[in-house]
């Protein structure tokens, strides 16, 4: 199944601007991972120097797409292209010295492409140094090279950088497609379902959340929290120093820790709309007898957690927070 296909109007802009021989020198593609971004810019590289003839019921910018078939399409599908450059993180980021070697091979000529494309991956963990190393590039275009940054959102990257980037947004993948994708993987369609909710539209989200892995995760947090109330206060500040170590693990754990109270509390009345229904066999009895007022204030402290996060406050501070307030009932 193929999440790109779902991005019309990043794919619709992107046929617009090939139509128009209206390319800007450099885009940036902003939006969660799994979302098709990197088969989009690899589709766009293959558009811009194709030397077929396109059929529009298979492209993917339609009569304005790449074959697919030619020598170049294929060079670029099968990564041997020499003028498609995919610049990966090094690590965690992506460091000056790659950036330096990439320009090195900028100041000559592509050896065949008409247009040389260069993919920048994950241009959110690109250094403050290596961030201005490409900006001589942006600052003074080629018009033989074209930039495609692949980003979670432009606050990622330098000021500087983005005002020299057209921004193309992908959208979240409809749940449905998602439950589909995690069904065609062999994920039961309860749990599929959850995962997909859970996931913010991303495809890599949901596939991680419903990994061995991550379902692993999600038991371990769900019994920690249910015998916060019998293990005090420090227990609570030990799981909150935990969950604080990683920002995007913690987010997935605010969000199964709101479904599972959510679902008890909707078990309490309509139990037939409950959610993660395997996740109920977590459930202690003395879960299952908290009130509708408690949880409603457990839910409060979730919601208050994340707005934390959000602007920023300290990740270990927010989570102890949290914690405490599970521990004691809000």
């Not at 902003?30 to 811009?48: V, Y």
């Not at 980021?93 to 950036?99: E, R």
């Not at 208050?304 to 959000?310: F, G, H, T």
Request: charge should be neutral.
């Amino acid at each position: 199944m193929d999440p790109v296909r779902h991005q019309r109007r990043a794919l619709g802009f992107l046929s617009g601007i090939l139509a128009k021989n209206n390319v800007a020198h450099a885009l940036v593609f902003t939006g969660d991972a799994g979302l098709g971004k990197k088969q989009a810019a690899e589709h766009f590289a293959m558009a811009r120097n194709c030397e077929g003839t396109p059929d529009p019921e298979s492209a993917m910018f339609g009569d304005q797409g790449p074959c697919g078939v030619c020598g170049s399409c294929r060079k670029i599908l099968s990564g041997n292209h020499p003028d498609v450059l995919f610049v990966e993180k090094d690590g965690v980021s992506v460091k000056i010295a790659q950036v330096r070697a990439l320009l090195s091979v900028l100041a000559m000529r592509p050896s065949e492409a008409k247009i040389r494309v260069v993919v920048i991956t994950d241009a959110g963990a690109m250094t403050p140094e290596s961030s201005n190393a490409l900006l001589k590039a942006l600052e003074e275009p080629s018009e033989t090279t074209c930039f495609v940054l692949l980003a979670g959102q432009k606050s990622e990257l330098l000021p500087t950088v983005v005002s020299r980037c057209q921004e193309i947004r992908f959208s979240p993948l409809p749940v449905s497609f998602l439950v589909q994708s995690l069904e065609a993987r062999g994920v039961d369609r309860d749990l599929g379902q959850a995962c997909a909710l859970l996931a913010g539209g991303s495809l890599d989200n949901a596939l991680e959340l419903a990994s061995e892995q991550g379902l692993a995760r999600r038991n371990w947090l769900i019994n920690q929290i249910c015998a916060l109330e019998d293990q005090g206060m420090g227990q609570a500040l030990l799981l909150a120093e935990f969950l604080a170590r990683d920002k995007k693990a913690a987010q997935d754990d605010l969000n199964w820790i709101r479904t599972w109270l959510r679902d008890l509390l909707v078990s309490q009345y309509a139990p037939q709309h409950v959610i993660n229904k395997d996740l109920m066999g977590l459930v202690t009895s003395r879960a299952k007898k908290i009130s509708p007022e408690s949880l409603l204030d457990r839910l409060q402290a979730v919601t208050d957690c994340e707005k934390d996060l959000a602007r920023n406050v300290n990740t270990r501070l927010s989570m102890e927070t949290l914690c405490l307030r599970l521990s004691s009932g809000g």
